[in-house]
């Protein structure tokens, strides 16, 4: 019985004049009316946004946001929130008195008085240090992640270009070899003409051989002699018809080499024409890569000096 008293005497001693007193202390406290106009805050409070405590009795709650939050749907909603009695907690960003951002971990809590809402009290932790520091680690680290980037986007630059290089260098090659090809087609149209005109003139002559032969026959013994001429004319004018044939066939083959060299030619050049579009789309796409990250470092050291 002894024991169970002095357990109530004991939790006797915390009253909630002395809980708010030692809160207060320590916490960051302002209360509003339910329009957002405070109604008292304390020196804690007053001395993170750079006010006396004094100066901010009357003053409204949009006075402590940025332009953009107070004009926001999502100000309008957190009131909307509060007035149904609904509890606020959140990371929230407020402006002093001379214009600086600061970061504050807040609770706003409704106080009901008669089963209504009557006012809103903040309680808040100022964590400016603890957030700067995070978000200048990151910016940190944002920096140099843009710095590999951008290191490893100019050897892609550099490599790109001397693939262009190299590839400007094999398109003119096919291009030259496009050249050869249709030279050795025309030489190979010349010689077809040529032996042609070869096979004709041998033609011609077996021609005149055979009436040769003929009309040594009808001249007897005086035309024996002429005959056996004619008879070497027409084994010569057969000879350069053999000939002429196998020239002929020999174009023809290297002819339909040729063709198949000039096909397969324009396929290079074709297949050299699109290696060298895509090429050149990954060469501007590193340029890009490039840029975004030279912009990436510009706003991360922005972001540093603001720090």
């Known amino acids: 019985m002894a ?8 939790t006797q001693v915390l009253e ?10 320590s ?21 993170a946004v750079g006010y006396q ?42 402006v002093t008195k001379d214009g600086r951002i600061i970061w504050l971990e807040a609770t706003y809590m409704p106080v009901f008085q008669g089963g209504r809402v009557q006012a809103v009290i903040k309680v808040a ?9 995070n978000a200048s680690g990151l910016t940190r680290q944002l920096r140099q992640l843009s710095e590999e980037l951008r290191a490893r986007a100019e050897d892609g630059i550099l490599r790109n270009r001397d693939l262009v290089s190299a590839v400007d260098r094999i398109a ?19 010689i077809r003409s040529i032996v042609q005109t070869i096979r004709d003139f041998a033609t011609q002559t077996n021609m005149l051989a055979l009436n040769a032969a003929i009309e040594a026959a009808h001249a007897g013994e005086y035309g024996r002699g002429f005959a056996i001429v004619a008879g070497e004319v027409r084994s010569l004018a057969k000879q350069v ?37 895509r090429i050149r ?12 990250a030279r912009n990436l470092d510009d706003r991360g050291k922005a972001i540093t000096s603001l720090l």
Do not use: P
């Open 3 to 10: 024991d169970s008293q002095k357990v109530g005497v004991s």
């Open 16 to 25: 909630q004049g002395a809980i708010l007193a030692a809160l207060e202390q």
């Open 27 to 47: 916490l960051a406290m302002i209360e509003f009316d339910l329009q957002g106009t405070v109604l008292w805050a304390n020196e804690n409070f007053a001395s």
């Open 53 to 94: 405590a004094r100066e901010l009795t009357g003053m409204s709650h949009k006075k402590f946001c940025t332009r953009e939050f107070a004009e926001s749907r999502a100000y309008t909603e957190m009131w909307n929130q509060l007035r149904q009695g609904k509890k606020i907690q959140e990371k929230i960003q407020r």
């Open 125 to 133: 932790t100022d964590i400016t240090v603890r957030q700067e520091s």
């Open 172 to 190: 003119s090659e096919a291009s030259e070899n496009a050249l050869l090809v249709q030279s050795l087609q025309k030489q190979a149209n010349s």
């Open 241 to 277: 018809q053999d000939a002429a044939q196998e020239v002929h066939q020999n174009v023809e083959e290297v002819s339909a080499s040729v063709v198949k060299i000039g096909a397969g030619s324009r396929r290079t050049e074709e297949a050299v024409a699109d290696s060298q579009a």
């Open 281 to 292: 789309q990954a060469a501007d796409d590193f340029e890009n890569i490039g840029e975004a």
